[in-house]
């Protein structure tokens, strides 16, 4: 059984360029959330889509967006970037129902110089 | 807001010795998950808790949820070095079909031979 896949594993971007990283959930999982990981914020929530819908979102500007396809995949996108964007930006899938718990994909690392 | 309280945040045991990370949050949720997370790696499933009085036991770790006193614990029987990485809780927050996890600071375990 596939896990969750992120493309890229790895990016480099300037300051001011926007990114798209891509999220590939479990076959069958509905839900997608996207969360950023640095090291003095800690694991941040982005946003959470299913079937193709935002249905919640984190505190972060609005340089942060995302959408999700028909498939499930997921995008998110940010816009501007900053060197504080500088981060491990991890998906999760999901069947929707959190009983049966969250699978993580490996992560992007986005690092803005 | 939501807050997760890890501790401690880092611990350094040696093998064979016991120890207990402790997880207390400020809200109402049934559901806890704890993650591990290798340097440079996502974060890998460990356990789901989904109600009251919930324990459950892999190999060395055994977690339990009490939601009345808003605490979970994780505890670490007979480290050995191979359970060196950092251990993060998450209280779930799903609510209305939205998804979404609050994360505590993790805490870094090193087990020395």
């Known amino acids: 059984k596939a896990g969750v896949t992120q493309t890229p594993r790895y990016l480099i971007k300037t300051r001011g360029q926007q990114v798209t990283l891509s999220c590939s959930p479990i076959?069958?999982?509905?839900?997608v959330s996207w969360y950023q990981q640095t090291p003095g914020q800690g694991l941040q929530f982005l946003f959470e889509y299913f079937s193709e819908t935002q249905r919640n979102k984190g505190n972060f500007p609005g340089r942060f967006s995302g959408r999700q396809f028909s498939n499930s995949r997921s995008e998110m996108n940010v816009s501007t970037l900053e060197l504080g964007d500088s981060a491990l930006y991890l998906c999760?899938?999901?069947?929707?129902?959190?009983?049966?718990?969250?699978?993580f994909g490996s992560g992007t690392r986005l690092t803005v110089v | 807001e939501l807050k997760v309280e890890q501790n401690p945040l880092f611990l350094s045991m040696q093998e064979g010795k016991n120890y207990t990370i402790y997880c207390n949050y400020s809200t109402t949720s049934d559901r806890l998950y704890w993650y591990r997370q290798d340097p440079g790696k996502s974060l890998e499933s460990l356990f789901v808790l989904l109600s009251n009085g919930a324990v459950k036991q892999e190999g060395r770790l055994m977690a339990s949820l009490d939601t009345k006193a808003r605490l979970s614990t994780l505890h670490i029987t007979a480290a050995v070095h191979d359970l060196s990485a950092t251990y993060f809780c998450a209280v779930d927050l799903s609510q209305g079909g939205s998804e979404k996890l609050v994360f505590g600071k993790g805490t870094k375990l090193t087990v020395n031979p």
């Open positions: 076959s069958g999982h509905r839900s």
């Open positions: 999760a899938s999901s069947l929707g129902d959190s009983y049966y718990g969250y699978t």
